[in-house]
């Protein structure tokens, strides 16, 4: 798709409007040189564009999901093209230092499901994936655990680690793509989210600040 296309499909989804006509869908192309070769190929793909984001906003891409009942979490990890799951504890320390980095993940790499829970309501799911230290985060990729990351041994064992070094280390494994050009250099938290969702939550500090068995 090309970015004429992308970007007319984020200003009319960020501008809120859940009801535009194809007249004011395609006012927004009329600039474009080729527009009456076109038209009807380039609106349909610009109607596209806008189902498949509304569609992937509505199950929560571009938040960073607390997850409450274990049989949603089974839902969403089966049914995840490409998913991130963090499987926490909510007092620990490291696990609240995660929570913050896929937070600001979550809002760039939209095409990304990020969700976390807690180890204490998921006996289920804590077992089957043999979560034994925290903090512990799944890749998922069609529905399958295809990797994991525990603790922080390969994010330099340190608390102070940039969202960059995890984004770089999920990348790995193809569940998100790391940004090209000039937005390779902006680091996470300061670059421009593809679309706009609702607000964020906020994360206190704990003074316990190494992997925890669970």
């Not at 909510?90 to 095409?111: G, S, W």
């Not at 090209?180 to 969702?197: C, D, N, T, W, Y």
Request: overall charge negative.
């Amino acid at each position: 798709m090309d970015s004429k296309i992308k970007a007319t499909a984020k200003q009319a989804l960020n501008e809120g409007d859940d009801a535009l006509s194809d007249d004011e869908l395609f006012a927004e192309l009329e600039n474009d040189p080729e527009l009456e070769m076109f038209r009807e190929s380039r609106l349909n793909q610009l109607k596209h564009e806008i189902s498949r984001v509304r569609d992937l906003r509505s199950r929560g891409h571009g938040e960073y999901t607390e997850v409450q009942k274990e049989e949603d979490m089974v839902r969403l990890i089966a049914s995840a093209s490409k998913g991130v799951v963090h499987f926490k504890h909510p007092q620990f320390a490291r696990c609240k230092i995660l929570d913050t980095h896929l937070q600001l993940l979550a809002r760039y790499h939209f095409d990304t499901r990020f969700a976390t829970m807690s180890v204490e309501k998921c006996p289920f799911l804590a077992q089957k994936f043999q979560v034994r230290v925290l903090p512990c985060v799944l890749v998922i990729q069609n529905g399958s655990v295809v990797d994991r990351i525990v603790g922080f041994e390969e994010l330099g064992n340190a608390d102070n680690f940039a969202t960059e070094v995890l984004e770089k280390r999920l990348a790995q494994t193809k569940v998100i793509q790391l940004p090209k050009g000039e937005l390779a250099s902006i680091p996470v938290k300061e670059r421009p989210v593809e679309f706009q969702v609702g607000g964020s939550d906020s994360h206190d500090e704990d003074d316990d600040d190494s992997n925890l068995r669970y």
